[in-house]
């Protein structure tokens, strides 16, 4: 028991005083019985917790002074150490810090493990919003749930606050804000009573919000604000930092249901879906035992409303699961591709330790056969190694504090966090724990082989063949391989990113200037006056220089909001699955498709004739048209979707209303004029496109906003830019993703090269007088270079084919980010690994020129 | 190395010094000797003890001697520590500073005896 305890003892020291340490214990037990015996032991066991302690201190203080000497002796080779382990370290710290921050990290609420969303579930859609009367009965039925509440998104114009804005932000019922448990900084949550119809108007702003426009004052509580017209009193700010659903959000109204909608909340419509139901579980109650509750209820409801909710059931998500598979799988990436250059970076040194560690090899035989024991000599390098790793390290933090702004774009926006991920002790630990890793890995097997069978024989002939090379070697090929792997992702990413570039929106983006101006509120409740706002702006738009054509519509595609989805039934068709019957819904003026450039197929445009007191028209699109009159002539056919009937004067193509990588459903546009008074407000005409003949369409923007601006002062104009930088914003995240990846497989890439180069440079010093005797026997400078770069070049052969299988298994899990690209793509192939030959070659240039300028005489002299 | 640069000596080093300063020891003589002389109140360690052996071995103020004692006294494991040329001088300036402590502190009352 004794002997187990010394174990805490450097080994050294075991093996000098282990037995005799032994038996001086002996004795003093033979000394002792009953409780001495029992003191002893307590006694010793802090005597050798204590003197352990200290003899490892000793060494650990000896070990500092070698490396000290060392690196006077060597700056250079330290500097390049730490520089390489920073930036292996850096990268994938700062991977970690964002995946950290959008993954790991427990959302910055109270409680956070308690707060669900609560969606409902169809057959193909497994988060789809609540309607209120189901919102309403889940609410009233369910026992998991201490709180529940629901909310919905909101933007609202901020008027008579200088210049008029709009605000982003969420409508909420009274017990959001308190299940989500962050307090305002000044003033109250809602109030019980204040969600309810006819209860004075209240608001919360945010934090930035209070700063920008009311400069922090508490006199802002109890402030008139008129949002959409409405007045509202401000009765709370919420914390810097509070985000809540979404990041950016800048102010929270009370949800009142039936001030959404003329009709009420007595609305009994179960299929109009608009709320996302947030709960906090009750303690003890899984979610799972949640969801088999809702689930519960909902089948119930089902049955008392078999047609409206047919198929429909519920779901609760970890409040933290809003994440898309599409952003783990970006992150999932970067990290690997952060691991692949510490891998990388560790190699390298690993390497450059071992050709050290080899040129030190006569002070450690000196050192060991003054007694020195291979565990100790073990011991001294590992320390060296740790120390520079340490040094690495904080320039790794360094590195990943600066670079992780880089990595904002890749925070999802829908997330209820900040844009930045702030260190916390999970990135710090993350950041320690590599750079130890890393220096035990760059260290050990350097320390192992510079230690096994040091001896002192002056002039042997260094490393020549042998089994270090052979280590060295198989350390390239690792550096080649991942970077291999880094090299055929990225190009693999940038394929597919330009795929998706590539693919049709269904309408041509170039010359055409978008703006949003949100005509809600009681002003624009009625059509009315809406029509009369877009006849003037689009005719005085339509006047200026320059412009070709313009128009209205509810909202553009690939922009904020890409829903609106509704059913369609056909007249005489029975549908076998009501949810393969969805269409995307828009009002447009006149002009739109010739705005947009997309094709007119068949029929006509919406006409200005087109009014509420005429039939109600709609132009579809090629696959509406397609799914419900196969081979048949549409126009003229009938069809009803929200609750009206319209008939089929035109076909148009199909456009990307989701997105370019996303399904669309099939399309259908309604006449402006026929938009009924009342009608759900985002479904009202805001978005304005205007195409121009040449030149940049954002010159236009002025000119234009003052013409709104004279139409109605009151109105905020946001979102101004061009079509095409709306297009690009589907490609941002993944340009993002591939500056921080491409950044790797660049670093990588000089990584490897730095690390052939090394290798070739210390093989052609070893091989100086080899390579003399070999001349003097005839070989000609082909052979010579034959010999060094054929070594390189087998080294990248075996680390491409090992890097390009890995590439290929990478490029399967990264399926989800291709676009459909095929993961053995030839391409991004033949250029990840042409890249690497290059690198191979640049790597081997300098070596092999110095190994032909040996001088034969001189080599052969020096032996 | 100065002797002096040894200055002051930890309190177990400067025991085991004089334990050795009349023949050479091993460990658990050691302990034995310091308690001894010390009327028990220093009672060594085997931690102590070993740590202060190998740091004073790397000092050069002991040495392992390969001499035994008489076989039927001897025992294999144990190993025997002699005082070098080093330690002496090292111990005989220790002395020397506490002399110098005492008589100081004598000057000042705080120990009894003549100045």
């Known amino acids: 028991m004794y002997r187990a305890l010394l174990h805490l003892y450097p080994k050294s020291f075991r093996g000098e005083y282990e037995s005799e340490m032994c038996a001086v214990f002996a004795r003093h037990k033979r000394d002792r019985s009953g409780i001495g015996l029992v003191a002893l032991w307590v006694e010793t066991f802090f005597d050798v917790l204590f003197n352990a302690a200290r003899v490892h201190f000793d060494i650990l203080g000896q070990d500092?002074?070698?490396?000290?000497?060392?690196?006077?002796?060597?700056?250079?080779?330290?500097?390049?150490?730490?520089?390489?382990?920073?930036?292996?370290?850096?990268?994938?710290?700062?991977?970690?810090?964002?995946?950290?921050?959008?993954?790991?990290?427990?959302?910055?609420?109270?409680?956070?493990?308690?707060?669900?969303?609560?969606?409902e579930k169809e057959t193909h859609y497994s988060r789809m919003e609540l309607s209120p009367p189901n919102y309403s009965d889940w609410k009233a039925r369910s026992k998991s749930f201490e709180a529940f509440g629901a909310y919905t998104d909101l933007s609202a114009n901020l008027a008579g606050e200088g210049e008029p804005v709009r605000l982003k932000g969420a409508v909420l019922t009274s017990e959001v804000l308190p299940l989500i448990g962050v307090r305002p900084v000044i003033g109250r949550w809602f109030a019980a009573d204040e969600d309810r119809r006819g209860a004075a108007g209240t608001v919360i702003l945010s934090y930035s919000l209070w700063q920008a426009k009311f400069g922090g004052s508490d006199s802002v509580l109890g402030k008139k604000l008129l949002l959409d017209d409405e007045p509202c009193t401000v009765i709370g700010v919420m914390p810097a930092g509070f985000a809540f659903p979404a990041r950016n959000d800048e102010v929270w109204l009370p949800l009142r249901f039936f001030g959404m909608y003329a009709e009420g909340f007595e609305d009994p419509d179960r299929t109009n879906t608009f709320l996302v139901g947030v709960g906090k579980l009750r303690r003890g109650v899984s979610l799972q035992q949640a969801n088999s509750e809702l689930q519960l209820i909902a089948a119930q409801i089902e049955r008392q409303f078999p047609k409206e909710l047919k198929n429909i059931s519920a779901a609760a998500f970890d409040l933290h699961d809003e994440v898309s598979p599409r952003s783990k799988a970006l992150?999932?990436?970067?990290?690997?591709?952060?691991?692949?250059?510490?891998?990388?970076?560790?190699?390298?040194?690993?390497?450059?330790?071992?050709?050290?560690?080899?040129?030190?090899?006569?002070?450690?035989?000196?050192?060991?056969?003054?007694?020195?024991?291979?565990?100790?000599?073990?011991?001294?390098?590992?320390?060296?190694?740790?120390?520079?790793?340490?040094?690495?390290?904080?320039?790794?933090?360094?590195?990943?504090?600066?670079?992780?702004?880089?990595?904002?774009?890749?925070?999802?926006?829908?997330?209820?966090?900040?844009?930045?991920?702030s260190a916390d002790w999970r990135v710090l630990t993350f950041g320690a724990l590599v750079t130890v890793l890393t220096g035990l890995a760059f260290g050990v097997l350097p320390a192992l082989k510079a230690t096994g069978g040091a001896d002192l024989r002056e002039g042997s002939r260094s490393g020549v063949g042998g089994k270090k090379e052979r280590l060295r070697g198989a350390l390239v090929v690792a550096e080649i391989a991942a970077s291999v792997v880094l090299l055929v992702t990225s190009g693999l990413l940038i394929r597919a990113m330009w795929r998706i570039r590539g693919t049709d929106p269904g309408f041509r983006a170039d010359h055409v200037l978008t703006l949003h101006t949100p005509v809600t509120g009681p002003r624009y409740q009625n059509t009315l006056p809406r029509v009369a706002f877009y006849k003037r702006v689009l005719a005085d738009v339509r006047a200026l220089p320059g412009v070709e054509s313009a128009a209205y519509i509810t909202t553009l595609p690939m922009g904020t909001w890409r829903g609106g989805i509704w059913t369609v039934t056909v007249n005489g068709q029975q549908p076998a699955d009501p949810s393969s019957q969805k269409a995307s819904m828009r009002f447009v003026t006149p002009d739109f498709y010739k705005t947009l450039g997309i094709p007119l197929h068949l029929g006509r445009d919406v006409a200005e004739s087109d009014v509420i007191t005429s039939p109600l028209v709609a132009v579809v699109s090629d696959s509406f048209a397609a799914r419900y009159w196969p081979g048949e002539n549409p126009l003229g056919k009938q069809f009803s979707s929200g609750m009206q009937t319209l008939s089929v004067i035109g076909v148009v193509g199909d456009v990307r209303v989701r997105g370019l990588e996303q399904y669309s459903e099939p399309q259908m546009y309604l006449a402006y004029q026929q938009v009924k008074d009342n009608w759900y407000p985002p479904y009202v005409p805001q978005d304005l496109a205007i195409r121009t003949a040449n030149g940049d369409p954002l010159q236009l923007a002025p000119a234009v906003r003052k013409i709104i601006a004279s139409a109605e002062p009151q109105l905020p104009v946001t979102n101004v830019r061009s079509l095409s930088e709306l297009v690009a914003a589907e490609t941002a995240t993944r340009k993002a993703q591939l500056v921080v990846l491409g950044g790797f497989a660049v670093i990588a890439f000089l990584l490897a090269a730095i690390g052939i180069h090394g290798l070739l440079s210390f093989t052609v010093s070893n091989r100086t007088q080899e390579i003399g005797v070999r001349m003097a026997l005839g070989a000609t400078r082909g052979n010579i270079l034959q010999l060094i770069v054929g070594d390189a070049f087998l080294l990248a052969a075996i680390g491409i084919s090992l890097g390009a299988s890995a590439a290929y298994g990478s490029g399967l899990e990264l399926q989800s980010l291709l676009a459909g690209l095929s993961p053995n793509d030839v391409?991004?192939?033949?250029?990840?690994?042409?890249?690497?030959?290059?690198?191979?070659?640049?790597?081997?240039?300098?070596?092999?020129?110095?190994?032909?300028?040996?001088?034969?005489?001189?080599?052969?002299r020096a032996e | 190395m100065k002797p002096d640069s040894f200055l002051p000596l930890p309190a177990a080093t400067f025991h085991i010094l004089m334990a050795v300063a009349d023949e050479d020891r091993h460990g658990y003589a050691i302990i034995q000797d310091v308690s001894a002389s010390t009327n028990g109140e220093l009672k060594l360690s085997a931690g102590t003890l070993y740590r202060s052996i190998q740091r004073m071995l790397e000092q050069g103020l002991l040495v392992e001697t390969k001499d035994r004692p008489a076989p039927e006294e001897d025992d294999e494991r144990r190993r025997y520590y002699r005082i070098t040329a080093l330690g002496r001088t090292v111990a005989k300036a220790e002395a020397q500073r506490l002399t110098q402590l005492v008589r100081l502190a004598r000057k000042s009352g705080f120990a009894a005896g003549r100045a």
Request: with cysteine.
């Open chain 1, 64 to 119: 500092l002074r070698y490396f000290g000497r060392t690196l006077r002796q060597s700056p250079g080779y330290a500097l390049t150490v730490v520089a390489i382990a920073g930036l292996g370290i850096g990268a994938t710290t700062a991977a970690f810090s964002i995946t950290n921050h959008v993954l790991l990290r427990p959302l910055p609420f109270p409680d956070a493990d308690r707060l669900v969303t609560v969606y």
């Open chain 1, 331 to 421: 992150l999932m990436a970067l990290g690997g591709a952060s691991l692949c250059v510490l891998l990388i970076a560790c190699t390298n040194l690993a390497n450059l330790l071992l050709a050290r560690a080899l040129a030190r090899r006569k002070e450690l035989a000196v050192r060991s056969a003054m007694g020195a024991g291979r565990e100790r000599l073990v011991r001294q390098l590992l320390t060296e190694s740790l120390l520079l790793a340490m040094a690495g390290g904080a320039l790794g933090m360094l590195i990943a504090v600066t670079a992780t702004p880089l990595f904002a774009a890749l925070v999802p926006t829908y997330l209820p966090v900040v844009a930045l991920p």
């Open chain 1, 827 to 860: 391409d991004a192939f033949t250029a990840g690994i042409l890249l690497s030959l290059v690198m191979t070659l640049a790597g081997s240039f300098l070596p092999a020129m110095r190994a032909v300028r040996v001088d034969p005489a001189t080599a052969l």
